[in-house]
């Protein structure tokens, strides 16, 4: 059982990592968003939290083992409404963001201000209903909402990864019943399976969006045809999809930045997309 779970433990760590290198490629090449990185890296935050006493045997009766918990565990609720925020189409305004920014800070000192009080349980019971309360509203949103162009393809592949979630947590959780372990802190299957199963979902879609560019860059002139593209915008429409920014677009092409920013303006609303990962969405579907 042991064995089994430092196993898992180095699969969870391992596809995390990769995960947040690949969306730290995909956000160089405009291919990913800030926001997604802030969840995988709370991903990272929280198990790392979550599996210090694991390997540090003293450090579960540490006064600020607890506090690292709840302080990942605010992360993770606010990096998941951010997340669900800027890919899900919805009539939110603006300052439920910034609200739900404010709260989480708010948290985060009350976390820091609960190591000095004796109000740690109360302050533990707030994180923990701050986390399901994001997930639980991360929830309805989904199921009332339609994805954004650029996440539209993701739809088939989270909705497998929310059946094999389903079936791994109740499983892992049966498992951790019926072979309890002697020693007083275990990790368990649960954590390792759920971050395994979410960080690849996310290693492989930016995997499936680096693959789209060069099958994406020959088929841009025939199928932006209908578009009435001029020549000037289909250049910069190859450029885009090669993963070129508007300064290197601006030296190849002898243009200024402004003048490319406008040709790109003028490009996304002639093919009605919003950014360069719908882009290529528009051209590879």
Known sequence: MQALELILL???YTTIIVALFLEIICYRRNLEMRETIYLTASFLLLIVAL?????????QDEPFSMPLIQLAMITVGHATLLNLLVERKHQLPPR????????ASALVVAVGVSLFLD????????????????????????????????VA????????FSVLLMITIPGSLLLNFLLPESRAYSIGLTVPLVFILL????AWDDIQRLSLLPKAAPLVADTLTPYALTERETEIAQLLIKGSTYRAISEELHISIPTVKTHV????????????IELINLITR
Do not use: W
Not at 96 to 103: E, G, M, P
Not at 153 to 160: A, C, D, G, S, Y
Not at 265 to 276: E, H
């Open 96 to 103: 439920f963001s910034r609200a739900v920014t404010l709260l």
């Open 10 to 12: 180095v699969l969870a």
């Open 199 to 202: 960080a690849s979902n996310k």
């Open 153 to 160: 393809h993701k739809e088939k592949t989270e909705r497998l």
């Open 51 to 59: 599996t210090l006493p694991y390997f540090l045997a003293d450090y």
């Open 119 to 150: 109000e740690s349980t109360l302050i533990q019971y707030i994180t923990g209903c701050f986390l399901a309360g994001a997930v639980l509203f991360s929830m309805i949103i989904i199921r009332r909402t339609q994805p954004l162009t650029r």
């Open 265 to 276: 303006s003028n490009l996304y609303r002639k093919c009605q997309v919003n950014n360069k």
